[in-house]
C-alpha cells in the first residue's frame, strides 16, 4: 500500500529539519491528496474528517489492538520498523502539522528556483 511509505517519507524530511516548503515535501502532500480524492470522492468534507481523525483518534489508537483486516492500517504502521516513537501522540501531531504547512506553501503557488527549493 503506498500511503504508509508516503507518511514514512515525510516523517523521514520532517525529521531530518528539511522545511515543508520544500519540493520534496509538497510533492509528497500533492500525491496523499491525490489519493484523498480517490478515497474521498473529491468530497472536502471527508477529506477533513480523515485529518480530523488522524490527529486525534489515531494517535490514541493501541497499535496492537487486535485483528485488523489490512495490518497496514493500525496506528503507527507508516512509522519507520522499529520506531520507538510508533504511537506516540505528539508525532503524528508534528507530522500532521508539517504535512498541513506543505498544503499552505503548495496552495500559495511555485516558489522561485534557489528559495528552499
Known sequence: MEWPELYRRAERLRTAGVPATDRRVRDLVARMDELGVLFSGGDAGVSA????????????????????????????????????????????VALADYLDAAREARAAGPRPTGAGS
Do not use: F, L
Not at 60 to 65: G, L, N, Q, T, Y
Open 49 to 92: 474528517g480523515v485529518r480530523t481523525a488522524w490527529r486525534t483518534e489515531a494517535a490514541v489508537a493501541e497499535p496492537d489492538s487486535g485483528p485488523q483486516p489490512n495490518p497496514e492500517a493500525r496506528a503507527g504502521a507508516w512509522m519507520e520498523p522499529g520506531s520507538e516513537a510508533a504511537g506516540e501522540a505528539d508525532v503524528y
